[in-house]
């Protein structure tokens, strides 16, 4: 598909991630764009710089999500990052997990707009009820939501074991990993990974923190024997 009868403020990328769901694409900005910051979603800074800073930078972690995975979006707000991937990737079941009413009314708003095959939940990921009804993700995916340590507290009891957290982070993401390492493996998350996604595509690049849920029985770096070390 080609840029003939786009929006003139629409990027070639976004041909390139959102194919022939482009339009769908560019109603999800003009709904942000009109109604994100009465709507107290986005500050007034963030109007002009949606598809760079918001949509497309969501939209591509998705080379970090296999093929038909099952996705959470914990704490999706104005649907960042779950609403631009799940139309840049129709293969993925996606939930919006939002514990806000008037966000959730927001979201359900936005899914009937664009004809968007999601799940809305709304609650808070560390409830007993929430994890109860979502039952276990392959990847759940998170934006400005919390520092590391209680992100993966929240959100790796929703990943099922061999999954992953795909956490989106900005320039504090290599602190953060240093910091919450510790508390990371105690909630049984493995040694996370900082990688960037959208090289070829962004100005700059989303930066995401990679954490996989352990496989039960699989021993932790501090716990796996090693040549020298004394068994316990
Ligand atoms: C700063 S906003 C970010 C929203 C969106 N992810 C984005 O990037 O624009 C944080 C969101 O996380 C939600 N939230 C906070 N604590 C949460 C929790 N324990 N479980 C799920 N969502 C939570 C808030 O209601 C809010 O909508």
């Known amino acids: 598909m080609g840029l003939e009868g786009l929006e003139s403020t629409t990027p070639a990328a976004a041909v390139a991630v959102f194919g022939d769901r482009v339009r769908q694409a560019e109603r999800y900005v003009e709904l942000l764009?009109?109604?994100?910051?009465?709507?107290?979603?986005?500050?007034?800074?963030?109007?002009?710089?949606?598809?760079?800073?918001?949509?497309?930078?969501?939209?591509?972690?998705g080379e970090e999500v296999p093929r038909d995975a099952r996705v959470i979006d914990v704490g999706s707000g104005a649907g960042l990052p779950g609403v631009p991937l799940a139309l840049s990737r129709p293969d993925l079941a996606m939930v919006l997990l939002e514990p806000m009413a008037r966000r959730v009314d927001w979201l359900t708003e936005v899914a009937e707009t664009l004809a968007l095959a999601v799940d809305i939940e709304r609650g808070r990921a560390e409830e007993k009820r929430v994890r109860a009804r979502l039952g276990l993700a392959d990847v759940v995916i998170a934006r400005a939501v919390a520092p590391l340590a209680r992100l993966a507290a929240w959100c790796l009891p929703l990943v099922r074991p061999g999954g992953r957290l795909v956490a989106l982070k900005g320039a504090s993401a290599a602190d953060e990993?240093?910091?919450?390492?510790?508390?990371?493996?105690?909630?049984?998350?493995?040694?996370?990974?900082?990688?960037?996604?959208?090289?070829?595509?962004?100005?700059?690049?989303?930066?995401?923190?990679?954490?996989?849920?352990?496989?039960?029985?699989?021993?932790?770096?501090?716990?796996?024997?090693?040549?020298?070390?004394?068994?316990?």
Do not use: F, M, Q
């Open 33 to 61: 764009r009109r109604h994100g910051v009465e709507r107290g979603l986005i500050g007034p800074r963030e109007v002009d710089r949606l598809w760079d800073r918001h949509v497309l930078n969501s939209a591509v972690i």
């Open 177 to 232: 990993i240093e910091r919450d390492r510790g508390a990371i493996r105690k909630a049984g998350g493995g040694e996370p990974t900082l990688t960037t996604c959208g090289e070829d595509l962004l100005e700059t690049p989303t930066t995401v923190v990679v954490i996989e849920r352990e496989e039960p029985g699989k021993a932790g770096p501090s716990s796996r024997w090693r040549p020298g070390s004394r068994a316990r």
